[in-house]
DNA sequence: TAGATTGTTAATCGATTAACAATC
DNA sequence: TAGATTGTTAATCGATTAACAATC
């Protein structure tokens, strides 16, 4: 039984896997302004890194341009999507439905990307039946249900802090696998489980440094020509 | 006036700047417990990162633990909120009150971490006067006044894509130089000015990659015993 | 064939990690 | 003093970049 497989899945860095959502915006981008071709120059300009970077990027995935004449857009932009796995379905369940999880359900972003939300649960049994972009919020017991159901592997977690890492818990026990996580907080999840985190304050706090740098280095550099005879 | 000027303000490594605010969670956390002490390992394994690079990170802020004991969990707090510019205020402007920005305006995560938001903005004129977090939306041409009245430096874009770049470039005019955008779009800025992405579909795709992955992985290490007689 | 642009190489840079001397 | 834990060193790993040979 022992058979070494030997496959053409390369494994991708994760710095490109991380990168290739944005080259796929920029090609659709391209594909709406009927664009047929484009070079890596192009594509990079328009994701915003450098063409080597890009290059480097898609030489992971396979040779996919012409020398000489660069990358054809659909066939990219197919190639890329595969690649990330947005040729098939991904159905979605997203629980707590307060302000952001409201957001969520209604961002078309996700559905136009093969992304399909197939349940809204929250815990509060007073919000049970109200109507969010046109699905009927549950109860959050209803969970596994609804994960077998629909074989859903990704959930989607934007309950309060306090909820978070039982919301995770049972989801994993349930069987999903990949986990996007608004709540502010980290949860803790076993072997096999993947969780991204999208934390707004964090980005703002990110920010709050770089801009009090610049403001300090403005300062250090002598912006006192403007202090001078203020008086 | 060629003066050098060696600063205490050693730069701090882009990584552990973004890891900087997940410690500050952690920490707030443990102060909520009463915890008045911790180790590395502690806190490292609160925020979801190894010790070694805990305290390495925290090594580029300078010696704020004591060997043979740990850290002080209010002084290391107050030590990392500083560096991170959290010790003072920092006025923002959401434009664009759509779901996500209407929760964004509602999120208590940036009120409490020293962020404060001073005006929404809006171009839909029959939303002007609607009140969202105690706050009434104004026009988009408010801005520059908004600005300069409370010293805005932060400004959010919570708008459709379409409309994300102006809004941006209008933005920098009139001298925001720190901008969080949540249009799933890429915006680009002149030299000097800072921009973070937050794209929902993204952080979805690289989600869906991954999974693709286990699922992919798994068919091929054999769990063909399953389809083994299933006939 | 000449011009253009990819895909790849190799050098550089930055981030992670393990290990341990310093020191409370 | 003995035990514990930091802060730092050095080795390793992964990501970025420039340059260019391959080739359309």
Chains 1, 2 share one sequence.
Request: include cysteine; charge should be negative.
């Amino acid at each position: 039984m022992e058979s070494v497989i030997t496959v053409s899945n390369t494994r991708i860095p994760e710095a490109t896997v991380a990168r290739l959502p944005v080259y796929l915006r920029a090609l659709n981008a391209m594909s709406d302004a009927a664009t047929t071709t484009c070079s890596s120059l192009e594509l990079a300009t328009a994701a915003g890194v450098n063409s080597a970077k890009l290059r480097k990027d898609l030489s992971h995935l396979g040779s996919y341009g012409t020398r000489g004449v660069g990358y054809d857009v659909q066939y990219l932009r197919y190639q890329i999507s595969r690649e990330i796995g947005l040729t098939q379905d991904w159905p979605v369940v997203v629980v707590g439905i307060g302000n952001l999880g409201h957001a969520l359900a209604n961002y078309s972003g996700f559905s136009s990307r093969g992304f399909r939300t197939v349940a809204l649960l929250d815990a509060d049994r007073s919000r049970h039946g109200e109507v969010v972009a046109g699905l009927e919020i549950r109860s959050f017991e209803d969970l596994g249900e609804v994960v077998t159901e629909h074989g859903v592997g990704i959930g989607v977690i934007a309950t309060p802090a306090v909820a978070a890492q039982s919301v995770c818990d049972r989801m994993v026990e349930v069987g999903i696998r990949s986990i996007l996580n608004f709540a502010p907080t980290i949860i803790s999840v076993p072997e096999g489980v993947d969780v991204r985190r999208v934390d707004l304050a964090s980005e703002l706090q990110i920010l709050a440094y770089h801009e009090q740098r610049k403001n300090t280095d403005q300062r250090l550099r002598g912006v006192d020509e403007l202090t001078e005879d203020a008086g």
